[in-house]
């Protein structure tokens, strides 16, 4: 897979916000001034072999690891070598990415385009809707929980390498620990579904094994992060926020390990099932 930029890139923009933020003045009697960077938002614009596909708001850091797990979570591809190019371009405030993929994952995508034209101009509805919002997935194979060493101090040390959050705040991430309990990835976005694809395509772009560690998200656990786990190959989840009892159910049918991490009390393992 070749990736092709015209200037600036994504990563440059996101690596030079401005120096001293947004002023703003304090609601109370004193009225005091103040400068605060902020997170960075930015429309990105998906096209696949020349058909626009998706509009998605973004923040503007890693846009090529989220064009690939945004494709390989939205089934758009099934393998990362069905994307052939990835071409970014900055137009004032937004991007857009030009991906040429293969020839059946084409196909496959035009035939589902074709599927959902008939569906009302309030979006999708019906049987299709829900088959999106409820897809069949693979099971996974059974895999080992982490070692509880693993999961020590691990909010401590997100918060030490969130280093886009640090500045702005506003951002949600996703993280990947090694085998060795080692953060050796963290992608940050405002959105969590995101973050969480950009984490699948740099895991994919660095041909590391998603089985070989777990994922870690901060923001709340929903069902579509369980699919995106799942499609990604993950053995574990961890989550910062509680999952809802769908999620629960979703993650032991497919034998997804899921573990809630509180703020104040021991790990919590909802999947597999307490024997």
């Given at each position: 897979?070749?990736?092709?930029?015209?200037?600036?890139?994504?990563?440059?923009?996101?690596?030079?916000?401005?120096?001293?933020?947004?002023?703003?003045?304090?609601?109370?009697?004193?009225?005091?001034?103040?400068?605060?960077?902020?997170?960075?938002?930015?429309?990105?614009?998906?096209?696949?072999?020349?058909?626009?596909?998706?509009?998605?708001?973004?923040?503007?850091?890693?846009?090529?690891?989220?064009?690939?797990?945004?494709?390989?979570?939205?089934?758009?591809?099934?393998?990362?070598?069905?994307?052939?190019?990835?071409?970014?371009?900055?137009?004032?405030?937004?991007?857009?990415?030009?991906?040429?993929?293969?020839?059946?994952?084409?196909?496959?995508?035009?035939?589902?385009?074709?599927?959902?034209?008939?569906?009302?101009?309030?979006?999708?509805?019906?049987?299709?809707?829900?088959?999106?919002?409820?897809?069949?997935?693979?099971?996974?194979?059974?895999?080992?929980l982490p070692p509880a060493l693993h999961l020590d101090n691990l909010r401590t040390r997100i918060g030490e390498v969130q280093k886009?959050?640090?500045?702005?705040?506003?951002?949600?991430?996703?993280?990947?620990?090694?085998?060795?309990?080692?953060?050796?990835?963290?992608?940050?976005?405002?959105?969590?579904?995101?973050?969480?694809?950009?984490?699948?395509?740099?895991?994919?772009?660095?041909?590391?094994?998603?089985?070989?560690?777990?994922?870690?998200?901060?923001?709340?656990?929903?069902?579509?992060?369980?699919?995106?786990?799942?499609?990604?190959?993950?053995?574990?989840?961890?989550?910062?926020?509680?999952?809802?009892?769908?999620?629960?159910?979703?993650?032991?049918?497919?034998?997804?390990?899921?573990?809630?991490?509180?703020?104040?009390?021991?790990?919590?393992?909802?999947?597999?099932?307490?024997?």
């Amino acid at each position: 897979m070749t990736h092709r930029h015209t200037r600036p890139l994504a990563d440059e923009y996101a690596a030079s916000p401005a120096p001293d933020g947004y002023a703003y003045v304090e609601l109370d009697e004193t009225a005091s001034a103040g400068h605060a960077v902020l997170a960075e938002e930015c429309a990105l614009a998906i096209a696949y072999n020349g058909i626009s596909h998706a509009v998605m708001m973004v923040s503007p850091s890693a846009l090529e690891d989220f064009v690939v797990g945004f494709s390989l979570t939205s089934a758009v591809v099934g393998a990362a070598e069905d994307i052939y190019d990835i071409q970014l371009r900055r137009a004032g405030e937004a991007f857009s990415a030009e991906v040429q993929i293969a020839s059946r994952a084409f196909w496959a995508l035009k035939q589902q385009r074709r599927n959902l034209a008939g569906t009302s101009g309030c979006g999708l509805c019906g049987v299709e809707a829900l088959e999106q919002a409820l897809p069949q997935l693979d099971t996974l194979s059974v895999n080992p929980l982490p070692p509880a060493l693993h999961l020590d101090n691990l909010r401590t040390r997100i918060g030490e390498v969130q280093k886009l959050a640090r500045h702005s705040g506003a951002l949600h991430a996703a993280l990947f620990v090694d085998e060795h309990g080692e953060i050796i990835l963290c992608r940050e976005d405002i959105g969590r579904h995101n973050a969480l694809d950009k984490l699948i395509g740099a895991l994919r772009r660095e041909g590391r094994d998603a089985r070989r560690g777990f994922a870690v998200v901060t923001s709340r656990c929903s069902l579509e992060l369980i699919h995106k786990a799942v499609r990604a190959g993950f053995a574990s989840l961890v989550s910062l926020s509680a999952p809802t009892d769908l999620c629960v159910r979703w993650a032991r049918r497919h034998r997804l390990n899921l573990i809630h991490l509180p703020h104040h009390s021991p790990s919590r393992v909802y999947s597999p099932a307490p024997a």
